[in-house]
């Protein structure tokens, strides 16, 4: 071979194609999927195949798993220990497996989640109905193929007397493939292969009279015959599985829920660590305590509940966000003919029917040539003994064996077979009553032979066996069926007031965005003085609500963030809040404008109406803010980069408009005018703007009313003004000028507040001076005045913000 030929220029993606595609078809072979015909992973199968050889079977004592394990790696399967050893447990785990397959001594893991002792600790054997998965295979009834070092055979499927893949169930993954086929009673599923049997083309519908749907070990309830009829129809659906549970009254007016069924694969110790997390957070405050009774018994969770909660509705909550239900997803993929296939439950049904007619054939074979074997030397025998002295005569003048086996067959036509059996003979055997028996074992042999070979000849005998040994194995092993079927799938439907005491406190925002909600107790105790707060910050919000009720929170980036009541930390008045950021995340400089709360979203012709510098505006229905995800911020306005939302207010069908400028321009119009968009819409334009210019006012009036404003300038400049000087309009215009351009330091509007003669207008400086103006002690002013100064920008510094309140009583 010259230096040449030694490399092959071949492109990356062909040969990263090519070995990931053989290394695909091994895995899914070889690993991960189940044969079709006996349901097993070709680990298990050498582990079963192992422990028969060795003799370790229901009717020994126990062995030491370690020893299995060993022989399995050194014989069979040339994998890790503790790959082979996780199988073998599974296969013995009563809570995995609907009929163990395997019987262990010692710790085999729990429904915790706890791992086995290690192998060189527990014993193991296989279990009575295992030995039927094995029965026969010694009579050639299923292929061998050399082991991985050639020096032993194994089976490439198991006889399996029982379809233990629709009895035990199957779930793996392998490269592209996954499968979840679920445990099944051995009763129903054995007397679905019977009608399948007798009826070759049974509908689904047919065999689920016989065949009601999957049989978990851990029992629990099914929910949707219509997702298993799927699945048995496509061999993909889904059912819901939910823990068996009953509410037990306790003394007091109290209630607990026992749970004494949990879904399978759900690990306990973690829902119940789950479930007491829910309570420790105080997201489900109705529950007292929660317990694992489990004992030898059985399984048996009790939570406590406190008093006057309803139990059904804590139920109800716990389906809904725990592992107390869960979703089964059937993929039903097997081996089938060498490849992987979806499995439908007629197709399953006849692979195995298949599979069992192959077995019982080759079985019929083997023991038709064994009994023929037999009766051609019970033949010789007899022919032997009715001629007795002369054989003896012809042995005792022979040589040897050799020479008197020859001899016998050319004087008196023996065959060889014969000849041996003769000679081998032993002396007692030459009484005279041996005839008889040998006359009764040839009627045998007969009948026997008659027997195998009309099985061999007629499809309608060997079906007859193949019954007669699944309805033995029926009698032998069935159990009653553990999981409840139920037809429909239940709606839960979860109602705040079972997870949330209603209860009234008082919720407070800041405007640097410290959140909290407050008992009534301390907020009384402090008489609503004392607010802890940081010295720069202000009071954005401040209402009694309930914890039932929700807030909405907007923020300049135009997004808002959804927030339960009951989930605001509980913080005295006199502490600071939690900052929203440790709630919801939210962006960087990304503060809060305005906050409401609401006691519900169905308010018909409730709008929120949102606002940007750049004047865009919008209005959104209330009942679309309402969500059931909310760990994160929503958008509620399409903000453009660089603009942002300046306002959030909510609005009725009747109102008007009035949007004011920096630069002192105005207009007003109905809200009719503002038509109504989905919640994450970029909004329209509300009133033309020139460059450097933007909105600083959106105030809604109410249609009828004389209303006033309260304009704020930058220059300390403070003006009362009737919103009938601008004149109704429509949307998007420039409008009107509301104060009088100046030549030198013009005024630019720094606030707008809508405020009537029973409130005052508070003005707060970067230097922290408050001025309060009393708004009726303003005198009205002319859509061309410019107010008069009411704050001294030199020494007091610039206008940090203005807000209004209601003047105290005197």
Do not use: C
């Amino acid at each position: 071979m010259s230096s040449t030929e030694k490399f092959q220029d071949l492109p990356l993606e062909e040969v990263m194609g090519d070995r990931f595609g053989r290394y695909s078809k091994y895995i899914i072979q070889d690993r991960a999927l189940p044969d079709a015909r006996d349901g097993l992973k070709p680990v298990q199968r050498r582990i079963l195949f192992a422990m028969y050889t060795e003799g370790n079977t229901n009717d020994k004592p126990f062995r030491k798993s370690a020893k299995t394990v060993g022989n399995v790696i050194g014989n069979y399967h040339p994998h890790g220990d503790s790959s082979v050893y996780e199988a073998m447990v599974r296969m013995s785990q009563d809570w995995k497996a609907r009929h163990m397959l395997i019987e262990m001594h010692g710790n085999n893991g729990s429904v915790d989640g706890d791992p086995p002792a290690a192998m060189r600790y527990t014993e193991a054997r296989l279990s009575a109905i295992a030995a039927e998965m094995l029965r026969d295979i010694g009579k050639k009834t299923v292929e061998f193929v050399p082991n991985f070092d050639d020096q032993d055979m194994e089976p490439t499927v198991l006889p399996a007397r029982f379809p233990n893949l629709l009895v035990n169930g199957s779930t793996g993954i392998s490269a592209g493939y996954a499968t979840d086929i679920p445990p099944h009673a051995l009763d129903e599923v054995l007397d679905a292969v019977l009608m399948r049997l007798d009826q070759p083309n049974s509908t689904v519908d047919e065999l689920m009279t016989v065949i009601k749907g999957p049989d978990f070990p851990t029992g629990g309830i099914i929910q949707g015959v219509d997702g298993i009829k799927k699945a048995y129809e496509t061999g993909r659906g889904k059912i819901i599985v939910r823990a068996q549970a009953a509410i037990e009254p306790l003394k007091g007016g109290k209630e607990q829920i026992v749970i004494t069924e949990l879904p399978y694969d759900v690990n306990k110790a973690n829902l119940v660590k789950k479930i007491d997390e829910q309570r420790v957070d105080k997201r489900l405050e109705g529950i007292a305590e929660i317990r694992d009774e489990s004992d030898r018994t059985g399984l048996r969770v009790v939570i406590e509940l406190k008093k006057d909660v309803p139990a059904q509705g804590i139920l109800n909550y716990l389906f809904k966000t725990t592992d107390l239900q869960v979703a089964y997803n059937f993929n039903m993929i097997a081996i089938h003919n060498r490849r992987p296939t979806m499995m439908t439950l007629p197709l399953l049904l006849d692979a195995y029917i298949a599979h069992q007619k192959e077995v019982v054939t080759n079985r019929s074979i083997y023991d038709l040539q064994k009994a023929k074997d037999r009766s051609h030397i019970v033949d010789g025998l007899i022919k032997a003994l009715s001629i007795l002295d002369e054989v003896i005569a012809t042995i005792r003048s022979s040589n040897d064996k050799r020479d008197a086996k020859t001899n016998l067959q050319v004087k008196f036509d023996f065959t060889e077979v014969q000849s041996e059996a003769i000679v081998s003979l032993q002396l007692y055997r030459l009484t005279n009553t041996d005839i008889t028996e040998l006359r009764r074992e040839q009627d045998e042999l007969n009948a026997l032979i008659a027997k195998l070979e009309g099985i061999l000849h007629s499809g309608a005998k060997l079906v007859r066996v193949i019954k007669q040994e699944l309805l033995d194995i029926k009698k032998r092993f069935s159990e009653p069926r553990r999981s409840k079927i139920e037809q429909e799938i239940e709606e839960i439907k979860i109602t705040l007031d079972v997870l949330v005491p209603s209860e009234d406190v008082v919720v407070t925002v800041t405007k640097d965005g410290y959140i909290k909600r407050t008992s009534t107790r301390s907020h009384a105790a402090s008489n609503g003085q004392d607010f802890a707060m940081k010295d720069s910050d202000y009071l954005l919000y401040e209402a009694t609500l309930n914890t039932q009720h929700h807030l909405l929170l907007f923020t300049n980036r135009g997004n808002y963030i959804y927030q339960p009541v009951h989930e605001l930390p509980d913080i005295r008045w006199k502490d600071l809040g939690q900052h929203i950021s440790s709630i919801v995340p939210t962006g960087e400089d990304e503060t809060i404008i305005a906050v409401y709360g609401f006691d519900s979203f169905e308010q018909p012709n409730i709008y929120i109406l949102t606002a940007t510098k750049e004047g865009q505006i919008k209005r959104s229905p209330l009942p679309d803010y309402a969500v059931t995800r909310y760990s994160k911020p929503i958008k509620t306005m399409n903000v453009k980069s660089g603009d942002e939302m300046i306002m959030a207010d909510i609005v009725s069908d009747e109102a008007e408009l009035l949007l004011i400028t920096d630069t002192a321009y105005a207009i007003r119009f109905p809200i009719e005018e503002l038509p109504v968009t989905g919640v994450k819409t970029g909004g329209v334009k509300g009133i033309t703007l020139k460059d450097g210019e933007v909105l600083v006012g959106v105030t809604i009036l109410k249609p009828s009313d004389t209303e006033y404003v309260v304009i704020v300038t930058q220059r300390g400049a403070v003006k009362k003004m009737n919103v009938a000087e601008v004149d109704m309009a429509s949307r998007a215009k420039r409008g009107l000028k509301v104060l009088t351009e100046l030549k030198a330091n013009p005024h630019r509007i720094v606030a707008v507040v809508k405020a009537s003669d029973q409130e005052q207008v508070i003005v707060e400086t970067e230097k922290g001076v408050k001025e309060i103006i009393d708004v009726k002690g303003l005198t009205r002013a002319d859509r061309h005045s410019n107010g008069s100064f009411k704050i001294d920008i030199a020494t007091d510094g610039t206008i940090s913000h203005v807000m209004k309140m209601k003047k105290e009583e005197e």
